[in-house]
């Protein structure tokens, strides 16, 4: 499978607790991107990475939230003191450095309950 | 500030009829990019077409064509046939040239049930 890969696919946790997801984008994908999604709501923006660099942090990223992508390979999200209100899809999706605007691929997403 | 506006929660059609979703968008940018993705019951949303802001002309591919008014701000998507395997929620997005192209502003989507 050459596709965006995320894991896990569903999380459970308590509120109050720690969670974080990992993002495999397409191998030779420069830039990998996070995205919120509600339900109901289209994707939101939340971060994006262009190799190891984070260019772009929404103000939806709060000081909770915390993403990387060491050696510019996979990403992680973590999410500290989660709340009911982190319930979400999490997306990843990634596009090459071809040109300015390629189509992002996206993966099947983790979906956070929080209880 | 960008915003993409996408009127129609939920579209119901028979199999084989011709549905039109509609996309309205907003933005400063003179340069920018929309996009239509499709979000099947799977959560993965999957890429079908890109255009950008100089670029008006149609574009069919398959079932599916897409007419850009820049007039109108418009972006609408028609699906001609429709079939079962239609069925999903269809997002309109946005990038612009402020962002770098590196942001998609997506609208809240339209369901479309397709029935047999």
């Known amino acids: 499978d050459t596709g965006v890969s995320q894991d896990p696919r569903h999380k459970i946790t308590k509120r109050g607790q720690n969670v974080t997801f990992r993002c495999d984008p397409i191998s030779e994908h420069n830039r990998l991107y996070w995205y919120r999604q509600t339900l109901g709501q289209g994707p939101e923006f939340l971060t994006y990475f262009q190799n190891e660099a984070q260019l772009e942090k929404s103000r939806l990223l709060s000081d909770r939230f915390s993403a990387e992508r060491p050696k510019g390979s996979f990403s992680t999200l973590e999410i500290q003191r989660t709340e009911q209100g982190d319930s979400a899809m999490y997306l990843c999706?990634?596009?090459?450095?071809?040109?300015?605007?390629?189509?992002?691929?996206f993966g099947q997403g983790t979906r956070l309950t929080v209880v | 500030a960008q915003k993409v506006t996408q009127a129609q929660t939920e579209i119901s059609v028979v199999e084989k009829e011709d549905v039109t979703l509609d996309c309205v968008y907003e933005t400063r940018d003179t340069t920018y990019y929309l996009f239509w993705y499709k979000q099947p019951p799977s959560g993965e949303l999957v890429f079908l077409i890109r255009r950008n802001s100089f670029d008006e002309q149609n574009e069919i591919s398959g079932r599916y064509s897409w007419n850009f008014q820049k007039s109108t701000s418009s972006f609408n998507f028609t699906i001609t046939a429709s079939q079962v395997v239609d069925s999903a929620v269809y997002f309109c997005?946005?990038?612009?040239?402020?962002?770098?192209?590196?942001?998609?502003?997506f609208g809240t989507g339209t369901r479309l049930l397709v029935s047999p």
């Open positions: 999706a990634s596009s090459p450095l071809r040109d300015l605007a390629t189509e992002a691929f």
């Open positions: 997005a946005l990038s612009e040239a402020t962002t770098g192209f590196q942001k998609l502003v």
